[in-house]
């Protein structure tokens, strides 16, 4: 977010015809909850221009970059790494190291996000093996969470620039507007 | 949660080779972050056996019902109604206020996530209708940043009964123990 060390996505891992709805959703997830770009790697960069629509319509910055080859990023990753994954360590363990290393100390942060079978490298080059819950479920949701607590809330209250359009809060129905109305 | 009122997810909308590992999320979602039940509507139904088999591996009590019509849960649901959608008031805003009627007044939760183009009745039949920001991203991560919320990550802390396989959290690398290793 504006103001905050780089928090870029990374999406290993998309299996063509399986994977495209839930990269993309990863890809929507990073820019609603404060991440500053989505990095796609391999299959999933298909899903680009998904993405880069919505932030057309609804606003930015949020960048979408697609890379052939994953590795190249991990390695020359400037910043610390955290990879989400059910088999990591506790994140209300490490969350506060984390965010210390992010917020404090000014580390750019690589979140790693894949789908099933991650080589074992990824495991090695993380700074961070984190589990939101060492249960089977979704990256999209550990995604979630993690930046919902990185950010301790802050994402929330986030506002997109060069809108098109805006959503109003409702308690009953939806009210978009173009944002010249405002 | 064991000891909280029940919480019950219902996912509406599902569109048949669209959306079938985002159902899939939805209920694992559910699962992994502190929900009772999930309730798959209409043709999400054919996720049901994916969610029951996750449970069966790693543990429960987690239930997986499904449902043709939607309309009667809503109508005939004893408790309190909260709809995600991006049009809706935003979760910060309205969060304490559902968790005192679910924790302090003790009443059941139905959490209703769709997908796109739900219909109005049920913004209608909603006591909160409430965005998890009012971006487009995603009804699995909208689901877990609320269930997080909602149990103040409680849910993180959740033990399951009656599993085969336990994941053990590692700083690298996989670690699965049978049930009965312990």
Redesign the interface.
């Known amino acids: 977010m504006q103001g905050d060390p780089e928090v870029a996505v990374l999406r290993l891992g998309h299996r063509p015809g399986?994977?495209e709805?839930?990269t993309t959703?990863v890809g929507?997830?990073a820019?609603?909850?404060g991440a500053d770009r989505v990095i796609l790697a391999g299959d999933g960069a298909n899903r680009a221009e998904t993405v880069a629509d919505?932030t057309e319509r609804?606003g930015g910055p949020f960048a979408v970059d697609t890379v052939e080859s994953w590795r190249s990023i991990l390695r020359e990753w400037e910043g610390e790494i955290v990879h989400l994954t059910?088999?990591?360590?506790?994140?209300?363990n490490v969350e506060a190291e984390i965010r210390e290393a992010h917020r404090e100390r000014r580390e750019p942060l690589l979140v790693v996000v894949g789908a099933e079978k991650i080589p074992?490298d990824v495991?090695?080059a993380?700074d961070w093996?984190v589990?939101?819950?060492?249960?089977?479920?979704?990256e999209?949701?550990?995604?979630?969470?993690f930046l919902?607590?990185l950010f301790e809330?802050r994402?929330?209250?986030?506002e997109?620039e060069d809108a098109e359009k805006?959503?109003?809060?409702?308690?009953?129905?939806?009210?978009?507007v173009e944002a010249d109305d405002e």
């Open positions: 399986r994977d709805r839930i959703h929507l997830t820019r609603a909850l919505i609804f059910m088999y990591g360590l506790e994140v209300q074992f495991y090695e993380a093996n589990g939101v819950t060492n249960q089977p479920h979704s999209i949701a550990s995604l979630a969470v919902d607590r809330g994402e929330l209250d986030r997109f805006v959503v109003v809060p409702q308690a009953v129905g939806k009210r978009v």
